[in-house]
């Protein structure tokens, strides 16, 4: 992002300005909230569930549904179908905000602090609190698991992992 913002500053001859706001200082849904009402350019980070609710189109949340891909091949298909050109076409003739690219984020992972590693059966999640984002599949996918869903921000999670 420095060097995205230095380019850009520098091309511009000082007329745009990029800042940089530590990863903490907003949630992805203040920047896609400022994106959409002017006052920041650019938001990123924003997760396709944050962008369905912002911009009220929550047929596209669907493509955060756990595990719904196969592999990276797969969610590289399903991106950049026609479906999801139509969505995205959608929402930013709604909201004036255009989607520039969905990157891969890893695979569905769970990660568990010292005190409870181990777990090697999803039995043995039951009556376990996870941290969840605040989608409803998510929150679904951890019941299926046998544990409780808590809402946690991905900004915050590497505090409260470091908390227990």
């Known amino acids: 992002m420095k060097v995205f913002a230095s380019t850009v500053n520098t091309l511009s001859g000082g007329v745009i300005y990029v800042r940089i706001f530590h990863t903490n200082n907003h949630s992805p849904e203040e920047l896609l909230s400022g994106a959409i009402n002017g006052t920041e350019v650019m938001a990123f980070g924003c997760s396709l569930c944050t962008i369905a609710d912002f911009l009220f189109l929550p047929e596209l949340s669907i493509f955060s549904a756990a595990y719904l891909f196969e592999d990276v091949e ?10 999801m050109a139509e969505l995205l076409d959608r929402a930013a ?72």
């Open 74 to 83: 797969h969610m590289d298909k399903a991106m950049d179908s026609g479906i």
């Open 93 to 164: 003739a709604n909201s004036g905000v255009r989607v520039l690219d969905n990157w891969y984020s890893g695979s569905h992972h769970l990660f568990l602090n010292e005190t409870i590693s181990g777990i090697e059966d999803p039995s043995q999640l039951e009556g376990l609190r996870l941290c969840s984002n605040c989608y409803q599949g998510s929150f679904d996918a951890c019941r299926a698991l046998g544990a409780s869903p808590v809402h946690m921000g991905q900004s915050t999670l590497k505090d409260a992992m470091s908390c227990g």
